[in-house]
């Protein structure tokens, strides 16, 4: 079974600008997690989708966004880029089906896209 | 809130010896909790979970964690550390209710040859 993919892997951007990073999950999972991972704040959540509808988030700005397509694929937008959303972005998937996110269940990550704002 | 705290941000060891990384964790009521590993330049690897039952939860690669609830701790171990067990651990929370998973700071663990 393939694992979770992220595209692209690495992207240089400048600041103001705008970027989208998209993540396909493992096949029959159906939520979706971002995380932003720097050296000096660690791993933090950004913001969980699940039946194309976002669940849960976490304390960014509105510059970061999300969505969730019909067949579980997600993508992330980040606006007026910052220099310090130079990162490594995460793609999480776990298993949900129904109406239900199987919250027992381990998340299954990407190797990431590397984020670097110049 | 949860919370997760790993106290140590490196931990060294020599090959042989046993490892443990720590981990405490805040939730209200019962949790779900999880140790990740991280290798350069790729995502979280899965290692194991505690949902219900047995405190020690075995997981891949020979680790195990001890759950320990009057503590709230859930430390990580192994009993004999190998070279190649050199990464970076985070330990999870997610408590029963359904909210986001919250992932502690990361220990670095480097196994000396």
């Known amino acids: 079974k393939a694992g979770v993919t992220q595209t692209p892997r690495y992207l240089i951007k400048t600041r103001g600008q705008q970027v989208t990073l998209s993540c396909s999950p493992i096949?029959?999972?159906?939520?979706v997690s971002w995380y932003q991972q720097t050296p000096g704040q660690g791993l933090q959540f950004l913001f969980e989708?699940?039946?194309?509808?976002?669940?849960n988030k976490g304390n960014f700005p509105g510059r970061f966004s999300g969505r969730q397509f019909s067949n579980s694929r997600s993508e992330m937008n980040v606006s007026t880029l910052e220099l310090g959303d130079s990162a490594l972005y995460l793609c999480?998937?776990?298993?949900?089906?129904?109406?239900?996110?199987?919250?027992?269940?381990?998340?299954?990550f990407g190797d990431g896209t590397r984020l670097s704002i110049l | 809130a949860q919370s997760v705290a790993q106290p140590e941000d490196q931990v060294n060891v020599a090959e042989g010896n046993p490892l443990t990384v720590k981990c405490t964790y805040s939730?209200?009521?019962?949790?779900?909790l999880f140790w990740y590993v991280q290798y350069p330049n790729r995502g979280l690897q899965f290692l194991l979970k505690?949902?219900?039952?047995?405190?020690l939860v075995k997981g891949s690669y020979g680790f195990e964690a001890e759950f320990n609830k009057s503590q709230t701790s859930f430390h990580l171990k192994k009993p004999s550390a190998l070279v190649s067990d050199s990464a970076l651990y985070f330990c999870?929370?997610?408590?029963?209710?359904?909210?986001?998973?919250?992932f502690g700071t990361g220990t670095k663990l480097q196994v000396i040859p």
């Open positions: 999480a998937s776990s298993l949900a089906s129904g109406r239900k996110i199987y919250s027992n269940q381990p998340q299954h």
């Open positions: 096949s029959g999972h159906r939520s």
């Open positions: 989708y699940f039946s194309e509808t976002q669940r």
């Open positions: 939730v209200s009521g019962n949790p779900y």
């Open positions: 505690y949902i219900t039952g047995d405190n």
């Open positions: 999870a929370v997610r408590d029963r209710g359904y909210q986001k998973v919250t």
